[in-house]
T-cell receptor, first 115, second 115 residues
Framework: AQKVTQAQTEISVVEKEDVTLDCVYE???????LFWYKQPPSGELVFLIR??????QNEISGRYSWNFQKSTSSFNFTITASQVVDSAVYFC????????????FGTGTRLLVSP | DAGVTQSPTHLIKTRGQQVTLRCSPK?????VSWYQQALGQGPQFIFQ???????QRGNFPDRFSGHQFPNYSSELNVNALLLGDSALYLC??????????????FGDGTRLSIL
């Protein structure tokens, strides 16, 4: 069975601090996808990144970066120079690589960025 | 380009009643998935529809049923409502036959409260 664990329930930082959100996953599949989604108070899940298990290269997009380590089954997310607008709940998710995604989500990490 | 739209936004029902939630997928998408998100939890996969058939189902009882129409829109029906059905119900759409497995796009959700 697939499982995603986000051990950090809530993180509070002050604006401009860097913050890392942890994600550990379990799966018996040899190939899979990993995702990060952001959920602002409005409720909509906003897609941030998808990573194929074949590709362990780290990725950077502006202030966001992701560290995928297959050896430790982790897919951590770092926000550099955090901003108040980054305040939201962040979910890590896992799916197989068929054309029909069934996302398995973690319980989420609430990030509070104060001015 | 309209994204995923869900209706209604909020709904209040009493135990034992039945409810129907609606979802219109993002333009060009043909697959609809439904998720239940209890307060403080990550979304849980309910089921997925493609070509008007249920393709995958999560661990939800038969009280949860759905339908997909020829225009790809979908309904989620829940019978004999229980207090535990109170949650945010999220609809996600994707292109099911896309082997590149593009990420799902989520709507804002329907918040269902059971009294």
């Amino acid at each position: 069975a697939q499982k995603v664990t986000q051990a950090q329930t809530e993180i509070s930082v002050v604006e401009k601090e860097d913050v890392t959100l942890d994600c550990v996953y379990e799966t018996r599949d040899t190939t899979y996808y990993l995702f990060w989604y952001k959920q602002p108070p409005s409720g909509e899940l906003v897609f941030l990144i998808r990573r194929n298990s074949f590709d362990e290269q780290n990725e950077i997009s502006g202030r966001y970066s992701w560290n995928f380590q297959k050896s430790t089954s982790s897919f951590n997310f770092t926000i550099t120079a955090s901003q108040v607008v980054d305040s939201a709940v962040y979910f890590c998710a896992l799916s197989d690589i068929t054309g029909f995604q069934k996302l398995v989500f973690g319980t989420g990490t609430r990030l509070l960025v104060s001015p | 380009d309209a994204g995923v739209t869900q209706s209604p936004t909020h709904l209040i029902k009493t135990r034992g009643q039945q409810v129907t939630l609606r979802c219109s997928p993002k333009s060009g998408h043909d697959t609809v998935s439904w998720y239940q998100q209890a307060l403080g939890q990550g979304p849980q996969f309910i089921f997925q529809y493609y070509e008007e058939e249920e393709r995958q189902r999560g661990n939800f009882p038969d009280r949860f049923s759905g339908h997909q129409f020829p225009n790809y829109s979908s309904e989620l029906n829940v019978n004999a409502l229980l207090l535990g059905d109170s949650a945010l119900y999220l609809c996600a759409s994707s292109l099911g036959a896309d082997r590149d497995n593009q990420p799902q796009h989520f709507g804002d959700g329907t918040r269902l409260s059971i009294l």
